[in-house]
């Protein structure tokens, strides 16, 4: 939900070409943050176990990244969201 947020504020600084580009954003940034969660998990485990680490692990965080990246873009919004703010910053 916070990696949506940010692709949807991108768009003040950012404006996406094209609803192509838009979805890909919506899309790495809800993947960045889900690798990101799942890697602290990860490494939250590991810490608390003590057990030798293991490359598989990461390759684990890919993983759900990869498969997140796939399932957002298909189901990121079509439109891109209309800036929040004008340029002389009134809001809407």
Do not use: K
């Amino acid at each position: 939900m916070i990696a949506g947020h940010f692709a949807v504020e991108s768009t003040r600084h950012w404006p996406a070409r094209s609803e192509r580009c838009w979805r890909v954003r919506f899309a790495v940034c809800s993947a960045g943050g889900v690798f990101l969660v799942v890697a602290g998990f990860w490494m939250w485990a590991l810490a608390e176990t003590g057990g030798p680490g293991s490359f598989a692990m990461g390759g684990v965080a890919v993983g759900f990244a990869a498969v997140t990246l796939g399932c957002t873009f298909l189901l990121a919004p079509r439109s891109v969201p209309r800036p929040l703010v004008d340029a002389d910053d009134r809001r809407r």
